[in-house]
Antibody, heavy 121, light 110 residues
Framework: EVQLLESGGGLVQPGGSLRLSCVAS????????LIWVRQAPGKGLEWVSG????????YYADSVKGRFTISRDDSKHTLYLQMNSLRVEDTAVYYC??????????????WGLGTLVPVSS | QSVLTQPPSVSAAPGQKVTISCSGS????????VSWYQQLPGTAPKLLIY???NRPSGIPDRFSGSKSGTSATLGITGLQTGDEANYYC???????????FGGGTKLTVL
């Protein structure tokens, strides 16, 4: 059974940093692309960042470019999102999701439960 | 303002059919595959349709997807009260070099 479990969320002040983790199981982790998606309270889904298998290609939404860094540790079956210079508008539930293959981001067949990141003073 | 445009809400009676549209451009829907997701209240999104018109295993054939040009459509037949949810389209945007989602459509089964 495929499972994705996010952790690392919590209250942070504007300008602060946080690192999210997503531990995966039930599939060959290294073979698949992975993404982070966020959802602000009462709002829709926003694509944040994606990484292909092996970390060959990395992409970011303009809203987080230069502040967030995605990475993966295939030996630990873990996806990360390092978030720096956080802003109030980054407040959201952050989901990790598994891509349908290793090399593109056309669809995501499994999602974690999400971790909440409130940014507030 | 989302790159992909969806109607904010749609509604229909139980047993009826509904369609949800998703409009984009040549840099996203026009040249890339579209996927659709269902998000029930308080839960994570769930994949309904991938590669424009394919259903993952376990998704009933009441759900269907299609694409024409720079628009895509999700169809749901035999509506059930359990289908009440938010529905999102998604794809890749080759100009942005990033994924994009529609703003979401809230389905109400009256």
């Amino acid at each position: 059974e495929v499972q994705l479990l996010e952790s690392g969320g919590g209250l942070v002040q504007p300008g602060g940093s946080l690192r999210l983790s997503c531990v995966a199981s039930g599939f060959i982790f290294s073979n698949y692309a992975l993404i982070w998606v966020r959802q602000a309270p009462g709002k829709g889904l926003e694509w944040v960042s994606g990484i292909t298998s092996g970390g060959a290609w990395i992409y970011y939404a303009d809203s987080v470019k230069g502040r967030f860094t995605i990475s993966r540790d295939d030996s630990k079956h873990t996806l990360y999102l390092q978030m720096n210079s956080l802003r109030v508008e980054d407040t959201a539930v952050y989901y990790c999701a598994k891509g349908g293959n290793g090399y593109n981001f056309y669809y995501f067949d499994y999602w974690g439960l999400g971790t909440l990141v409130p940014v507030s003073s | 303002q989302s790159v992909l445009t969806q109607p904010p809400s749609v509604s229909a009676a139980p047993g009826q059919k509904v369609t949800i549209s998703c409009s984009g451009s040549s840099s996203n829907i026009g040249n890339n595959y579209v996927s659709w997701y269902q998000q029930l209240p308080g839960t994570a999104p769930k994949l309904l349709i991938y590669d424009n018109n394919n259903r993952p295993s376990g998704i009933p054939d009441r759900f269907s997807g299609s694409k024409s040009g720079t628009s895509a459509t999700l169809g749901i037949t035999g509506l059930q009260t359990g289908d009440e949810a938010n529905y999102y389209c998604g794809t890749w945007d080759s100009s942005l070099s990033a994924g994009v989602f529609g703003g979401g459509t809230k389905l109400t089964v009256l």
